[in-house]
T-cell receptor
């Protein structure tokens, strides 16, 4: 069974600085998707960024980028120029191509605080 | 376009009571799912559906039933509530089935907070 591990329960960053959130996963599949979701205090789950495992190029979305290391099964999220609105829980998630396609497997989350 | 809606927002139940958490989407998405979120546990899949009339179990299905009679609605039923079912429940949907569903953005509802006494 696939698993997703986020080893940092809490992180803190100064406004305008850069922070990296870690995520590792375990799978025997070669094709899959990886996601980072943001959950602000409102509890709404918001997709931040998505990576297809077959793509070598790291995904970027404005201030958010990932470092995808397929061999190491590592998928970290870098937030540049951190803003107060980035404070939230961040969840790393995995989805298979085969089997239960579409089902997300989540890590336990990292709580990010942004200091003004 | 309301996206994914969930009702109620908050509910208190007594042990042994039953209730239905409602989920609806207006995006004509084939794939819908239910997750529960517990402190320190992330989100865990309860049940999912790849289309009307088709449902299957996720990681933590015990104590819950689902049905999918229409594309739009995917209710979650608690048959006999237990304190262990105290949680926040999220419904999600995405376009497509199978591999397409895996690649598409999942849209989440705002969640239902359930307290079982």
């Amino acid at each position: 069974a696939q698993t997703v591990t986020q080893s940092q329960p809490e992180m803190s960053v100064q406004e305008a600085e850069t922070v990296t959130l870690s995520c590792t996963y375990d799978t025997s599949e070669s094709d899959y998707y990886l996601f980072w979701y943001k959950q602000p205090p409102s509890r709404q789950m918001i997709l931040v960024i998505r990576q297809e495992a077959y793509k070598q190029q790291n995904a970027t979305e404005n201030r958010f980028s990932v470092n995808f290391q397929k061999a190491a099964k590592s998928f970290s999220l870098k937030i540049s120029d951190s803003q107060l609105g980035d404070a939230a829980m961040y969840f790393c998630a995995y989805a298979n191509y085969g089997g239960s396609q579409g089902n997300l497997i989540f890590g336990k989350g990292t709580k990010l605080s942004v200091k003004p | 376009n309301a996206g994914v809606t969930q009702t109620p927002k908050f509910q208190v139940l007594k042990t042994g009571q039953s209730m239905t958490l409602q989920c609806a989407q207006d995006m004509n998405h084939e794939y819908m799912s239910w997750y529960r979120q517990d402190p320190g546990m992330g989100l865990r899949l309860i049940h999912y559906s790849v289309g009307a009339g088709i449902t299957d179990q996720g990681e933590v299905p015990n104590g819950y039933n689902v049905s999918r009679s229409t594309t739009e609605d995917f209710p979650l039923r608690l048959l006999s509530a237990a304190p262990s079912q105290t949680s926040v429940y999220f419904c999600a949907s995405s376009k497509g089935q199978g591999r397409i569903a895996a690649s598409r953005t999942q849209y989440f509802g705002p969640g239902t907070r359930l307290l079982v006494l």
